[in-house]
């Protein structure tokens, strides 16, 4: 079955520092994606970033970068000069190839200090 | 940018109400979902359609129920609305992009059953 695991409840981060939020999986499917979306306060979920299992280079949207490792299952975002407007949850989540089911992690809390 | 429109956006009723979410897309996409997701929690799939008259249930077990009679309308109904139904409920749409399904989400509905 697939699973996400975010550990970390919450993170602090000072402006202009980057930032890494962890993410591991599981899944028995050789072939699936994985994603990050970003969840203000105000509720909407937003798309940040995606890595296809069998990508061989890590992906980059702008300041959103993926540190695939797949030995080990993880799929840690990393976001380089935070801002304070990146203060918001941040969910890591999955789909196995063929499955319309993006299964979620429990997300976590990033707060930007100035 | 996603064209994804919710309504209410906030939802107060008392138990027993028969209640409407409302989900419209203007992107033509086929694909469609609900999410149930509880305060600082993860997100989990409750229904998907695959395209006009096509429903399915979710992972998540759920009183409601949906209908897809146009592409760009997915609504869901919950015939006598409960306590335990107050959640946030966010509809989605997806598309093909960069090698996979890429889901856009609405503003999400925050519903509380009183």
């Known amino acids: 079955a697939q699973k996400i695991t975010q550990t970390q409840p919450g993170m602090f981060v000072q402006e202009k520092e980057a930032v890494t939020l962890d993410c591991t999986y599981d899944?028995?499917?050789?072939?699936?994606?994985l994603f990050w979306y970003k969840q203000p306060s105000s509720g909407e979920m937003i798309f940040l970033i995606y890595?296809?299992?069998?990508?061989?280079q890590n992906a980059t949207e702008g300041r959103y970068s993926l540190n695939f490792q797949k030995a080990r299952k993880s799929a840690n975002l990393v976001i380089s000069a935070s801002q304070l407007g990146d203060s918001a949850m941040y969910f890591c989540?999955?789909?196995?190839?063929?499955?319309?089911?993006?299964?979620f992690g429990k997300g976590m809390k990033l707060t930007v200090n100035p | 940018e996603a064209d994804i429109y919710q309504t209410p956006r906030y939802l107060v009723i008392g138990t027993g109400k028969k209640i409407t979410l409302e989900c419209s897309q203007t992107?033509?996409?086929?694909?469609m979902y609900w999410y149930q997701q509880d305060p600082g929690m993860e997100l989990h799939l409750i229904h998907y359609?695959?395209?006009?008259?096509?429903?399915e249930k979710g992972d998540l077990s759920s009183e409601s129920t949906v209908s897809r009679i146009r592409t760009e309308h997915f609504p869901l109904t919950l015939e006598s609305a409960r306590p335990s139904h107050t959640s946030q409920y966010l509809c989605?749409?997806?598309?093909?992009?960069?090698?996979?399904?890429?889901?856009?989400f609405g503003p999400g509905t925050r519903l509380t059953v009183t």
């Open positions: 989605a749409s997806s598309a093909f992009r960069d090698a996979t399904y890429e889901q856009y």
């Open positions: 899944t028995s499917d050789p072939s699936y994606g």
């Open positions: 890595q296809g299992s069998y990508d061989q």
């Open positions: 989540a999955m789909r196995e190839d063929g499955s319309e089911k993006l299964v």
């Open positions: 992107m033509g996409h086929d694909k």
């Open positions: 359609s695959y395209g006009v008259n096509s429903t």
